[in-house]
């Protein structure tokens, strides 16, 4: 008996040590970091929401976040250990936030490491309503058109009011004009003029010797347009919000 009530004392003085020790390792692995306020705003989005997000937002890239000195490891038996470092997820969420993103996906990481996939679920709204878009700008301030050129390389019928002045037809009409619109593709044929589309891209603006304007890909350039920034609220509906430091 005396030896039995001897193994049970060492049994639990040995529990006792095991709760010890694993109170000095949680308290020597907590972070002390914290996010950053753009990287409180990205949601972490799970496995079964990965889909969603994916046909509904914008795929921006891949990110990672890393902890050199590697996460804190609790082990029982001969199960397994589960390994963490919240230093390694917020570098990935401000690295996703530097990107534009909104929600990102976790999809493979360990204690020292975190990849994920960045994805934008917002737009911006300008003051007229109508989203915000990349587009070349033409020499005169305006936004490019489709336009068509004549035999001797000038540009020919474009809108224009006649008889008044007017920026557009609803202008135009209030002023006493008749308003002309552009040409299309066919009347442009007819008149044995060139088709020249818009430009698709700031390779094929920047050749014609204007100016590529970007869309806003974050909220601080929208609203500097005057824009609103506004996010995909169904989506964010379902994406949990970071496990730490959110505001």
């Not at 095991?18 to 020597?28: D, G, K, P, Q, W």
């Not at 570098?91 to 994805?119: I, K, S, W």
């Amino acid at each position: 008996m005396k030896n039995k009530g001897k193994v049970l004392s060492q049994i639990k003085s040995g529990h006792m040590l095991i709760c010890l020790l694993t109170a000095l390792v949680l308290v020597s692995c907590s972070s002390t970091s914290t996010l950053s306020t753009r990287a409180s705003r990205v949601r972490l989005v799970s496995a079964l929401q990965a889909h969603e997000v994916e046909d509904a937002c914008e795929f921006l890239g891949n990110v990672r976040g890393s902890y050199p000195f590697g996460g804190c490891c609790l082990c029982w038996g001969l199960i397994g250990c589960w390994t963490y470092n919240d230093e390694a997820l917020n570098e990935l969420l401000d690295n996703a936030a530097e990107l534009g993103g909104t929600h990102v996906f976790v999809n493979l990481g360990n204690g020292q490491e975190l990849r994920g996939e960045v994805y934008c679920c917002a737009y911006c709204e300008l003051p007229n309503g109508n989203p915000d878009e990349d587009y070349c700008q033409r020499y005169d301030g305006k936004p490019e058109e489709a336009y068509c050129e004549g035999p001797d390389g000038v540009m020919i019928g474009m809108a224009h009011c006649q008889g008044a002045e007017g920026e557009d037809a609803a202008e135009c009409v209030t002023n006493g004009g008749r308003w002309i619109p552009a040409i299309d593709e066919v009347g442009c044929d007819v008149r044995h003029g060139r088709w020249i589309p818009k430009s698709e891209d700031r390779t094929e603006c920047e050749a014609r010797g204007w100016i590529w304007r970007p869309r806003a890909k974050d909220q601080i350039t929208c609203e500097a347009k005057g824009g609103k920034w506004v996010l995909n609220e169904d989506v964010l509906r379902f994406g949990p919000s970071p496990i730490k430091g959110k505001e």
